[in-house]
């Protein structure tokens, strides 16, 4: 079954640097990649998404890249603020299940 | 105005009791999901049902049951509550098969 593994698992920058955080999966009819921000006691919620047929998208200062060859795909945030810090996960999705598969988190602090 | 409503958001109940955590989507949405996240917050799919009919299982003791009245409401019933139980569960709801999945505050269940 499809698989995603996400690193790392906790990130500490500096505020205004840049985060990335990695992930890969398993199986290669996955098409949908998006991502979740999970603040403290909050429920998960979505930040940005890219399907396939896409290699890069952006959304202010988040960006997503996916490469399909290599089955990998990166959250990138520029500029980093306070307010980022929280626990983000990648999922990914098969076009023929109903089924998202969650990457296990990344804990981001942004320092001041 | 609540997109995915779970009540109760806190339950703390004694090992053997049985319990219902229940949901409910006012998004329009086809399909919708449990999720359990454990203390170190991994986000692992538990159902899914799809206008109504159950499409995804996983590998779940049989003690926890679904339910789905409507294509708007999904509870979840646990029999013979265990230690191992406590965690928090999430429901979610999407349109697009796996696509956008959108989550409830979540239920933080404590068995003592």
């Known amino acids: 079954g499809e698989n995603v593994e996400q690193h790392p698992s906790t990130l500490s920058v500096q505020e205004g640097d840049s985060a990335v955080i990695k992930c890969t999966y398993s199986d290669s009819a996955s098409n949908y990649f998006p991502w979740y921000k999970q603040e403290l006691g909050k429920r998960p919620q979505l930040i940005i998404d890219?399907?396939?047929?896409?290699g890069e998208k952006k959304d202010q200062r988040i960006a997503v890249t996916l490469n399909k060859t290599a089955k990998h795909f990166s959250l990138h945030i520029t500029e980093t603020q306070p307010e980022d810090s929280a626990v983000y996960f990648c999922a990914a999705r098969m076009d023929s299940s109903y089924k998202l598969i969650f990457g296990s988190g990344t804990r981001l602090l942004v320092r001041p | 105005d609540t997109a995915v409503s779970q009540t109760p958001k806190y339950l703390v109940t004694q090992m053997g009791n049985d319990k219902s955590i229940k949901c409910e989507q006012n998004l329009g949405h086809d399909t919708m999901y449990w999720y359990k996240q454990d203390s170190k917050k991994f986000l692992k799919i538990m159902f899914s049902?799809?206008?109504?009919?159950?499409?995804i299982n996983e590998t779940v003791p049989n003690r926890f049951s679904p339910k789905s009245p409507d294509k708007a409401h999904l509870n979840l019933h646990i029999n013979s509550l265990e230690l191992g139980d406590s965690a928090v569960y999430f429901c979610?709801?999407?349109?697009?098969?796996?696509?956008?999945?959108?989550f409830g505050q979540g239920t933080r269940l404590t068995v003592v």
């Open positions: 890219i399907r396939s047929n896409v």
């Open positions: 049902y799809n206008n109504k009919e159950l499409i």
């Open positions: 979610a709801s999407s349109q697009d098969g796996g696509m956008s999945a959108f």
